[in-house]
Structures are given as structure tokens and as C-alpha cells.
């Protein structure tokens, strides 16, 4: 894909304040929208004006996290823990209050799930019983992104305090731990192979750091003019995507860290506000993006 094409297929509206997140679902064509007027949202890929209301919660939603082993989609509900939620018969089957922060990030692996919360908590909690399994607190400051390496038993975190925290994945015990950035770490991701873990700023930098060398820096590239909110890897991961409070995605070789498109509203039509989330579905390689407009864009990468 050395030249990038887009187009700009369709606009799914319906949520009354921004919109924060989007998860995948087990079929390619379905994914889930959460914002800040607490509403949970079910959405077919090609259906933009059939949007169905899975749950309805008192304060904003900033997190979400599809599990496929479960079925069950977790709602990160501010200042009030995670709700989980059948979203095939559409209602809540359990609740766990366990903080009054925000949470900002879910994640999971086997039986656990874990929670990135506003008071620099990172919650283990054991899906099956819904009960708390751990809480780790290594800063005041929030944490704000996680991702798993479950190869290397690896969980990384990153926090408003600008550091990136590597943790054992069974025993969360801290491993790694370095001042990345200088200011929040908004997103985080390994790379398909996994050698590398990218991470993005509201410094505006992406960086990526050499996971088999002990996270040494391995690349820099301002990337964006303001905050990256967060990135996203292609389904066959040669190509990546960041978005910005910059108003714009932009489009990456994953390998040479090239920039292969801009997309924006001047040329593309895209968001005149922050774009807060992406999700790159496998489903005709269809991207879809989050934005603080109140709407979720649908485009063709091609």
C-alpha cells in the first residue's frame, strides 16, 4: 500500500455528547460505540441508521472491552467500576464497584480483566466471580492506557505522569518503568509481531520502544500538532492509524514509519472536532472513527 486512498462511505449518529470509545464484536460487521451521555450503543458496519441501545448509564463511558472467550462486553462506567453487559439479549447480567475515578482503559487476558483508572490504579478483577483480584497504584497520576503482551506474560500501562510502567502479566509486579514522554501517555500498543510497543502523547510524539532489548527507544516522529488519543494497527498490520485532538487520522507504513495520508475535514470531509478512537475492522478492511462531533465516521482504506 504505498499510495493510500480513502473515501468517506458513511456517518453513524445517534449519541447526544462525544463519543469516547469503539470495540470490535465476534463478527466482523458489528462493533459497540460508548460516550459521555452514558449510552452504550450496538452497530452493524452496514446498516449506519439501525443503531441499537444496549445500555443506558448515569455518567460518561470512556472505556469499553470485548471479550470473545466471554461474549460479554465491559463498560468502564465513571466514578462507578464496570458493568457487564450480554449485549446479544441487551442487559446487564452484573456490576463491580471498586473505585470513584474514571477508567479510562479495560483490557483483559484469560479470566482477569484489567482496569486503567483515573487515580493511577490499575484494577485486576476475576471475570467469573466479578470479584477484585488485586489493585496495583505505582503514581498519583492517572493511568490512562493498557496493552497486553500475553507472549511475554507482559502488561503495559501508561500514565499521566508521562512514564510507561511494563508489569508481570500473573503476578502485576512492576518490571519495567521509564519516563517516555513529555507529557500524558494517551495510547499504547505492541505491534503485530510484538518486538515493538508504540505509544502516542499528548505531547503530540509517537514513539515506539524495542520490547526485546528492554524497551529502548527505537523511533520518534511528532506526528500529529496536538495530543495523539490514540492508534490503531491494520488487520494484517503493515499499515497503522493515529488520531488527534488535532482533528485529523493519519495513516502509517507500519514497517518504515512513513505517513501515507491525511485524513481531515478539509479533504476528506472528516471530523471538525477531536477524534478520540479508531477501530480498524477486518470487515472489508472498514475503519471507523470516534469523534468529540458526537459522531462515528465509516471509511474505506484502499
Sequence with gaps: MGQVNIVRLNVFTGHRDCVYTLQPADRANIFFSGAGDGMVVQWDITSPDEGQLIAKLPNSVYALHYQLESNLLFAGHNYDGIHLLDWENKKEIGSLHFTKAAIFDIQSYGNRIFVAC?????????????????????????????????KRGELAVGYSDHFIRVFDLDSLSLKHEWRAHQNSVFTLRYSPDGNYLFSGSRDARLKVWDVQAGYLQAAEVVAHMYAINHLEFSPDGKHFVTCSMDKSIKVWDTEALQLLKVIDKARHAGHGTSVNKLLWTSFESRLLSASDDRTISGWQIF
Design 118 to 150: 483515573g487515580d493511577g490504579s490499575i484494577v485486576c478483577v476475576d471475570r467469573e466471580r466479578l470479584a477484585l483480584i488485586e489493585t496495583k497504584k505505582h503514581s498519583e497520576n492517572k493511568a490512562r492506557t493498557i496493552a497486553v503482551h500475553a
